[in-house]
């Protein structure tokens, strides 16, 4: 079993759509990131979250460190947020280290 | 602020040969990391660094070196490329402090191995 899960795999959904992507780990952790892959292979930071919510814009994510899951939300949806989105706890122990999420492929249609 | 600077983009190799990946940041980050992406998996920690001098293993190091004179560099070298290295590459680089939020990745490296 991965240490982190990340679900859906794929989602489809039409624009103005509310979107939920949802990651569930087995490590205890200190911290986790969201991250966006675009479609050309870049990925950015959208967010590092140790507690409670935060929110940039139409992204909120929030994390439970005792239910060991984060949540993504996109509100008003739109073609440009089709990417992948991925979740990398930072683990307790690791010092630095970060373990992946397979990734959330996201499509937004018009 | 260049940030991450990653080269090159894409290269082709043959079984055996050697090459190094480079990776650069210009924003006195302490700690850099070196991943690769196949599909179906997420992204795996190769080698990382957590400042001049200092490197050690990830998830998956064998076949590759690295290592840190300075802060600004870290490169990866690929000591004889085998088929199993052909993959998309990535250098990452995070602060300290109030500004390790936020990870800042080079743009990749497609790399196949023949």
């Known amino acids: 079993k991965n240490e982190v899960e990340q679900s859906p795999q794929n989602l489809t959904a039409q624009e103005g759509e509310f979107i939920t992507i949802n990651c569930s780990y087995s490590v205890g952790i200190s911290a986790l990131h969201w991250l966006q892959q675009h479609p050309g292979g870049g990925i950015v930071s959208l967010f590092m979250l140790s507690s409670g919510k935060k929110k940039h814009g139409r992204l909120i994510a929030t994390i439970n460190i005792q239910e060991k899951h984060s949540s993504l939300h996109i509100t008003a949806s739109h073609p440009r947020d089709s990417a992948v989105y991925i979740c990398a706890p930072l683990r307790e122990t690791s010092g630095s280290r970060l373990t992946f999420g397979e990734g959330t492929q996201l499509t937004v249609n018009p | 602020n260049a940030g991450v600077t990653q080269t090159p983009k894409f290269q082709v190799l043959k079984t055996g040969q050697s090459m190094t990946l480079q990776c650069a940041q210009d924003?006195?980050?302490?700690?850099m990391s070196w991943y690769r992406q196949d599909p179906g998996m997420g992204l795996r920690l190769i080698h990382y660094?957590?400042?001049?001098?200092?490197?050690d293993q990830g998830e998956v190091p064998n076949g590759y070196n690295v290592s840190r004179s300075t802060t600004e560099d870290f490169p990866l070298r690929l000591l004889s490329a085998a088929p199993s290295q052909t993959s998309v590459y990535f250098c990452?680089?995070?602060?300290?402090?109030?500004?390790?939020?936020?990870?800042?990745f080079g743009s990749g490296t497609q790399l196949s191995v023949l």
């Open positions: 990452a680089s995070r602060g300290q402090g109030g500004t390790w939020e936020k990870l800042f």
């Open positions: 924003m006195n980050h302490e700690y």
């Open positions: 660094s957590v400042g001049a001098g200092i490197t």
